[in-house]
Structure formats: structure tokens, C-alpha cells
């Protein structure tokens, strides 16, 4: 009933930006916090950034100053911009999204199913 898509992921030298999006799909009724997380092999998945529906945004330490997300509601989009691009955020990116399906009161977490980011030269 719900779809959630990432795409923008690509090989990408040192020093460069990615602009990735998610769009959620189907029969939605809300969706409160969106966020991308992300896997390098061998490491755990982590978070990397966050937004609630108000517009609130965490990030992780290692990504401050570098990465934005962003989110458009009337598209039930969310964007990761990153820039100055490093060799260690080569991983899988997933999205995250807390959605409430219509005629549903509870809210449940959906992911898509990753885009791969390399960074290297």
C-alpha cells in the first residue's frame, strides 16, 4: 500500500556533491519524521539525518556542516544534499519515513530500498 523509493546515489570524486531523493507513495495519510540512514560493508546501519514534520533537522557529528535535508509535503518527499563529499561516506543510503496509511490511527516506519553513494577517485 506504501512505496518508498530513494534514487540520486552515484560514484562521485572527492570533494563533490549528490543531491539524493525519496518519495513515499500510495495511500498515505501522514508522515511525521523522515530521515536517512546509511551502511558502509562491514558497519552497522546509522543515521545520518533527520526532519520531523515541523521542519526540525538532526544530524550526525560526522556530517554537520556538509549534508542538508530537506523535505517537500505536498510531494512526501525528502532530499539529502551532501557536499564536499569524503571517501568515508561511501556506504548504501536508505530512507526513512514514520507513515500513518489512511484510515489507520498508528503511525509505522517504512524504508526504501537503498542507493548505493561511492566517493572516490
Given amino acids: 500500500q506504501v512505496q518508498v523509493v530513494e534514487s540520486g546515489g552515484d560514484l562521485v570524486q572527492p570533494g563533490g556533491s549528490l543531491r539524493l531523493s525519496c518519495a513515499a507513495s500510495g495511500s498515505i495519510g501522514d508522515i511525521s519524521n ?27 557529528d560526522s556530517v554537520k556542516g556538509r549534508f542538508t535535508i530537506s523535505r517537500d509535503n505536498a510531494k512526501n518527499t525528502v532530499y539529502l544534499q551532501m557536499n564536499s563529499l569524503k571517501p568515508e561516506d561511501t556506504a548504501v543510503y536508505y530512507c526513512n519515513c514514520d507513515i500513518r496509511i489512511r484510515s489507520v490511527f498508528t503511525f ?14
Avoid: D, K
Fill in 34 to 60: 523522515m530521515g536517512w540512514y546509511r551502511q558502509a560493508p562491514g558497519n552497522e546501519r546509522e543515521l545520518v539525518a533527520q526532519i520531523t514534520s515541523g521542519g526540525r533537522t538532526n544530524y550526525a
Fill in 108 to 121: 509505522r516506519t517504512y524504508w526504501g530500498q537503498g542507493t548505493q553513494v561511492t566517493v572516490s577517485s
